[in-house]
């Protein structure tokens, strides 16, 4: 048995070869032998999208008069539920939303009875690996409560979002009763729901408390009421809390006014949260020390002015110096128009001299010069990732980018770079005759950067000279740029050609990175056949006795050969 095959005889080994394969591949696997049977069912069960697949097993589905309703089409018998059985422990994650697309129809759901079904029927738990379960409910006709089919003591995190209206308190009640019964060993929990935080923030308290295991916890901002933050303040495992945005019911406050306090949060590693400017400034504040944290996501509106940003963020500095990620997003789509932003503004931030990760986003682009990108680099040596305000809103008096011989400078002070973000001048520049060169370098985010069709060849040629790895321009809005009232919504074409042009740009760095990959590889080959022909020729001399002279030089000219290699790796 050669080591090959010895390797595929070792689950862990297969599991993990078979698990880089695409679904067709894993099917065709499950075919070829019962060892690789097992391995490649346990791949192609392993997250689901949707609860259809396992449904089909049972029966196949019919659609009902209802519109977009569907339902068995016959009540499983038991060969059914033993297949059923047979591939139920294989899923680790779930994800189910009530409408979806089922045989190519869209917005269909399941009909309530398919739910009886499995809970009359089916075996408990039904899921018993299940380790991951989404649960997204929008129809008023779906019951939330359905997910108690599939909780089971082995379940790790649960995502519950129920963007429903009218929903009673007293059953979102009842499942935060029984939740901890249920998943003693729960480590992920996010809600996201529309009941009044006034009448279920008891319940929701006593879960968390509940849940010694609790590492993640996602809620809406106004769920952050005084009794549950101060459950959630003393839980012994968490590591991470997170705020989301959601529609308040009625007669919920839209903001809590809770203040955090010292000795708060111990074991708190990562704080990412959406809050107004007045909430996000007073919650870093006061007494908070946190003495663990050291990441931060902030999701806020636009502050007034650069006075109070500054401030802001000496307070961050001050209080959380530790830091070593902080992402702030300030981008506003509602007037009034905000201040252009200033380089002094962030300097308090360089305080923070472990951060390895800064993400900015806002309306304005920022001015840097080379003393900025100077100060930043000496602040933080170890960057990684940088994203400085890459896609702005593009308006008449927006000032350009920055010119695109910064891009040098930024390779030769942040050597660690693995992530850029800058919004660029697409104007092209003199070519560097040796200039530093990204060695890390994966992605440059050009956001909503202006570039003109004609200068893409010239664009793209200039950033392959110093991305030698080949980095993604990666062009076009962030998730957080929203529609508003700065958008050119009756004539984007500019940013529209502007895109199509870094795409281009994108596919040229492409395929001169390839053609550079050939070329080197036709480089070493020929060096290589060099080495060994020269390797021959100083054993034929050795076994006829050649002079000691010449087989000395033939050694240094392959040690040169060699050396001229790997000099260039």
């Known amino acids: 048995m050669s080591k090959i095959e010895a390797a595929l005889e070792i689950p862990e080994v297969l599991s993990r070869i078979i698990g880089q394969a695409d679904s067709k591949d894993q099917t065709v696997a499950a075919r070829t032998s019962k060892a690789w049977n097992e391995a490649a069912l346990n791949c192609i069960w392993r997250r689901l999208d949707s609860i259809v697949p396992l449904l089909k097993i049972l029966s196949p589905l019919r659609r009902i008069p209802y519109p977009s309703m569907w339902e068995l089409e016959h009540l499983p018998c038991e060969e059914s539920w033993a297949r059923f059985n047979h591939i139920a422990h294989r899923v680790r994650k779930l994800a189910h939303h009530d409408e979806q697309t089922i045989d190519g129809r869209e917005h269909s759901h399941l009909a309530f009875n398919v739910f009886m079904d499995l809970a009359s029927m089916g075996p408990k738990p039904l899921l018993p690996n299940l380790r991951e379960l989404e649960w997204h409910v929008v129809r008023p006709d779906t019951p939330f409560s359905l997910v108690f089919l599939f909780l089971n003591p082995n379940l790790r995190q649960l995502s519950l979002e129920v963007d429903i209206t009218d929903i009673p308190a007293r059953s979102f009640n009842n499942l935060l009763q029984l939740l901890p019964t249920y998943t003693p060993l729960l480590t992920h929990l996010y809600l996201y729901t529309h009941v009044s935080a006034r009448d279920i923030q008891t319940e929701l308290a006593r879960c968390v408390g509940r849940l010694r295991s609790l590492e993640v916890v996602g809620l809406p901002p106004n769920y952050h009421t005084d009794i549950v933050v101060n459950a959630l303040a003393v839980a012994p495992a968490l590591l991470e809390m997170r705020t989301g945005w959601l529609a308040a019911a009625p007669g919920t406050p839209e903001e809590s006014r809770v203040e955090f306090q010292d000795g708060w949060f111990r074991t708190m590693e990562r704080l990412d949260f959406e809050a107004p400017p007045g909430r996000a400034i007073s919650l870093l504040s006061n007494q908070f020390r946190p003495q663990s944290l050291t990441r931060i996501r902030l999701t806020t509106g636009l502050i007034s002015d650069n006075d109070q940003l500054e401030r802001f963020l000496t307070v961050i500095a001050t209080t959380i110096p530790n830091l070593t990620l902080l992402s702030l997003n300030m981008w506003s789509p509602h007037l009034p128009i905000p201040p252009a932003l200033v380089f002094s503004t962030f300097r308090p931030i360089l305080q923070c001299r472990k951060l390895t990760y800064f993400e900015l986003g806002h309306n304005h682009p920022m001015q840097l010069d080379e003393g900025n990108i100077l100060e930043m680099a000496e602040a933080w040596p170890e960057l990684k990732d940088l994203t400085i305000c890459?896609?702005?809103?593009?308006?008449?008096?927006?000032?350009?980018?920055?010119?695109?011989?910064?891009?040098?400078?930024?390779?030769?002070?942040?050597?660690?770079?693995?992530?850029?973000?800058?919004?660029?001048?697409?104007?092209?520049?003199?070519?560097?005759?040796?200039?530093?060169?990204?060695?890390?370098?994966?992605?440059?985010?050009?956001?909503?950067?202006?570039?003109?069709?004609?200068?893409?060849?010239?664009?793209?040629?200039?950033?392959?000279?110093?991305?030698?790895?080949?980095?993604?321009?990666?062009?076009?809005?962030?998730?957080?740029?929203?529609?508003?009232?700065?958008?050119?919504?009756?004539?984007?074409?500019?940013?529209?050609?502007?895109?199509?042009?870094?795409?281009?740009?994108?596919?040229?760095v492409k395929s001169v990175h390839q053609h550079r990959l050939e070329k080197e590889k036709s480089r070493q080959q020929a060096v290589q056949r060099q080495a060994r022909a020269m390797v021959t020729g100083m054993i034929e001399q050795i076994r006829n006795g050649g002079d000691n002279s010449t087989l000395e030089a033939k050694v240094k000219e392959l040690e040169a050969a060699l050396r001229t290699t790997l000099g260039d790796f």
């Open 390 to 508: 890459e896609d702005p809103v593009i308006a008449p008096d927006t000032p350009p980018g920055l010119s695109l011989s910064v891009l040098p400078l930024f390779a030769e002070k942040f050597p660690a770079l693995r992530e850029l973000g800058l919004f660029l001048d697409g104007t092209p520049v003199p070519p560097f005759a040796s200039p530093p060169v990204f060695r890390h370098l994966r992605e440059l985010n050009v956001g909503t950067s202006r570039l003109e069709p004609k200068h893409a060849t010239s664009v793209a040629l200039y950033i392959s000279d110093i991305c030698h790895n080949a980095a993604s321009v990666v062009k076009g809005k962030s998730a957080w740029h929203v529609s508003g009232v700065w958008d050119l919504e009756e004539d984007d074409t500019p940013y529209l050609t502007s895109s199509q042009a870094w795409a281009e740009v994108g596919k040229i």
